[in-house]
Structure formats: structure tokens, C-alpha cells
Antibody, heavy 119, light 109 residues
Framework: QVQLVESGGGVVQPGRSLRLSCAAS????????MHWVRQAPGKGLEWVAV????????NYADSVKGRFTISRDNSKNTLYLQMNSLRAEDTAVYYC????????????WGQGTTVTVSS | SYELTQPPSVSVSPGQTARITCSGD??????AYWYQQKSGQAPVLVIS???KRPSGIPERFSGSSSGTMATLTISGAQVEDEADYYC????????????FGTGTKVTVL
């Protein structure tokens, strides 16, 4: 079955870096755009970034642009989110999600990985 | 930045109809999508492209869009439909950045 499994979350100090990974299985990963979405404790969903199926096109939310980098390795069926210069407000559950075919929306989500930015 | 506005909460009795609105300036040109998120779980897509119901989603969920407002309707709401609901769309820029609505807590009691 289609599955996404995030990893790499943890507790990190402000200003430090962290890299999240998302392992995909059960579908042809290289055919689909992929997203990162986050949810701060007790708050709503926030779209973070998207990458095209082959990795050439990337877009970011203003809140992370210049600090976060989305990438993918289609040979490993893995999506990444490199997070630099982390701030307290980046504390959230981070979800990776597969793009629904021919739409900019997401139809399959992982269970999320928690990032806590605290000194 | 682009915003999608939803009412914070909607209450409905079991078997009645719940309607959740989503307002955004780009909605006349962009599709709306709807997600259901139950406590402690990942979101689930319940409506795609304004009104399409993905496989496995009950028929009581429907969507529509007119002008700057999209609407999710739950006809004959069930207790298990109690959840947070978010609309989603993209902005009108060439970058097509995603944006979620502010979220609506649906209470069925």
C-alpha cells in the first residue's frame, strides 16, 4: 500500500539545523510532486514547501524561504527537508505528503515527525 | 500573503446538515480542496477540485464553489465526522504556493 514515513525530528537549539527525511513506498515516487506541511502545537495546518516530480521546480512559504530547502532522491524514493537557522516558531509536527495527480493538492500523508526548537 | 478564511467552529446535531465556508480572493480562478483532521491523526482529503469526492469518502461529503467562496457540506452528519476541517488552495502567483484555510472545528452533538 501507499506509505510515507517521516524521520529526523527531535529537539534542537535555536539557530541550529536539522534534516527531515520521508521514505516513500507503494507508488512510483518519481512520478509525483511532493510537499511538506507543518502544524504547530494546537494550531492549524501550514503549507511549507513543494518539489516537482523530477526535482527541478521548488516553492516555499514566505515563513521558511531562505532557511529551508526541499529536495528529493528518486533513486532512493526519499524526500528531504533541510532546515537551517531554526526558530522557536518552527516547532511543529512536520508531515510529508504526496501530490494528487494533476492537482496541487495532497492525497497521501505520512504520520508526521515532531520538531521542537528550544534552548 | 494570500489567506483563506473559515469560521472557527460549526455545531450540528446528528443527522443534520453542516456547511463550512472558505473565503479567498483567488478562488474564482483556483480550485478548493478540503481536508478532515481528527485529533492526533494526519489529514485526509475529503473533497478535491471543488467538488470531487476521492475514493472511499462517504457520499454525505460534498463540495461546491461560487465566486470567492467554497463550501463543504456534510449531509446527515455522523458523530464520527467530528473533526477539524481545512480548505486548501494555491495563490494566484506564478509560483503556485499552497495555502491552508484557518480551520473549522465541527462538533456533532
Amino acid at each position: 500500500q501507499v506509505q510515507l514515513v517521516e524521520s529526523g525530528g527531535g529537539v534542537v537549539q535555536p539557530g541550529r539545523s536539522l534534516r527531515l527525511s520521508c521514505a516513500a513506498s507503494g507508488f512510483t515516487f518519481s512520478n509525483y510532486g511532493m510537499h511538506w506541511v507543518r502544524q504547530a502545537p494546537g494550531k492549524g495546518l501550514e503549507w511549507v514547501a513543494v518539489i516537482s516530480y523530477e526535482g527541478s521546480n521548488k516553492n516555499y512559504a514566505d515563513s521558511v524561504k531562505g532557511r529551508f530547502t526541499i529536495s528529493r532522491d528518486n533513486s532512493k524514493n526519499t524526500l528531504y527537508l533541510q532546515m537551517n537557522s531554526l526558530r522557536a516558531e518552527d516547532t511543529a509536527v512536520y508531515y510529508c505528503a504526496k501530490e494528487r495527480e494533476a492537482t496541487p493538492a495532497m492525497d497521501v500523508w505520512g504520520q508526521g515527525t515532531t520538531v521542537t526548537v528550544s534552548s | 500573503s494570500y489567506e483563506l478564511t473559515q469560521p472557527p467552529s460549526v455545531s450540528v446535531s446528528p443527522g443534520q446538515t453542516a456547511r463550512i465556508t472558505c473565503s479567498g480572493d483567488a478562488l474564482p480562478k483556483k480550485y478548493a480542496y478540503w481536508y478532515q483532521q481528527k485529533s492526533g491523526q494526519a489529514p485526509v482529503l475529503v473533497i478535491s477540485e471543488d467538488s470531487k469526492r476521492p475514493s472511499g469518502i462517504p457520499e454525505r461529503f460534498s463540495g461546491s464553489s461560487s465566486g470567492t467562496m467554497a463550501t463543504l457540506t456534510i449531509s446527515g452528519a455522523q458523530v464520527e465526522d467530528e473533526a477539524d476541517y481545512y480548505c486548501y488552495s494555491t495563490d494566484s502567483s506564478a509560483n503556485h504556493r499552497g495555502v491552508f484555510g484557518t480551520g473549522t472545528k465541527v462538533t456533532v452533538l
